[in-house]
């Protein structure tokens, strides 16, 4: 059974750096899917950030790109997310998630963990 | 990219039909094959109900369903039930690896 856990600070101050971690188990992350995270602002709707695959080839939403890192540590079965100088704005529940090779298939989710942007 | 268009809110009563419409444009929704659909009860993680415009995953029930007419993708639940209460959100490949989710769709079991 494939499962995902986020986890990082659930507080940022504003001009900061926001950065979490997802950690997958029962699967491989070399064994393909691209992996990466998706949030949602209070109340609003899903927002796709970007995904990583495991050879290190990055994709961003062209509004988030130029504040997104997406790394991946194929050692620990873990990838990463780096959003700089974020506002009040920024503040979400952040997933991450697999996503097929394919299409727009995000398989496996994991459970989400808010970051409020305050000071 | 801009959001995919989903009307806020649409409900129904139990057994009845019910459809989300999604709306998008020739370089997203109207140019491939790759909607998907996404159920989010309050609190949860969504979860994928319908993918590549119409299948179904193993243990998604057959009364949600899924189509495409050129620019617009639907969900129709077929029969709904007072679990399906939920937020339901399309998802369209956008090119470039790219994705793009619509704004959401409330649906009220009346």
């Known amino acids: 059974q494939v499962q995902l856990h986020e986890s990082g600070p659930g507080l940022v101050k504003p001009s900061e750096t926001l950065s979490l971690t997802c950690t997958v188990s029962?699967?491989?992350?070399?064994?393909?899917?691209?992996w990466g995270w998706i949030r949602q602002p209070p109340g609003k709707g899903l927002e796709w950030i970007g995904n990583?695959?495991?050879?290190?080839?990055?994709y961003y939403s062209p509004s988030l790109k130029s504040r997104v890192t997406i790394s991946v540590d194929t050692s620990k079965n873990q990838f990463s997310l780096t959003l700089s100088s974020v506002t009040a704005a920024d503040t979400a529940v952040f997933y991450c998630a697999g996503r097929g090779i394919v299409g727009a298939i995000f398989d496996y989710w994991g459970q989400g963990t808010l970051v409020t942007v305050s000071s | 990219q801009s959001a995919l268009t989903q009307p806020r809110s649409v409900s129904g009563s139990p057994g009845q039909s019910v459809t989300i419409s999604c709306t998008g444009t020739s370089s997203d929704v109207g140019g491939y094959n790759y909607v998907s659909w996404y159920q989010q009860h309050p609190g949860k993680a969504p979860k994928l109900i319908i993918y590549d415009v119409s299948k179904r995953p193993s243990g998604v029930p057959h009364r949600f369903s899924g189509s495409k007419s050129g620019n617009t993708a639907s969900l129709t639940i077929s029969g709904v039930q007072a679990e399906d209460e939920a937020d339901y959100y399309c998802c369209s490949y956008a090119g470039n690896y790219i994705v793009v989710f619509g704004g959401g769709t409330k649906l009220t079991v009346l």
């Open positions: 990583i695959y495991h050879d290190g080839s990055t």
């Open positions: 029962g699967y491989s992350i070399s064994s393909g899917y691209y």
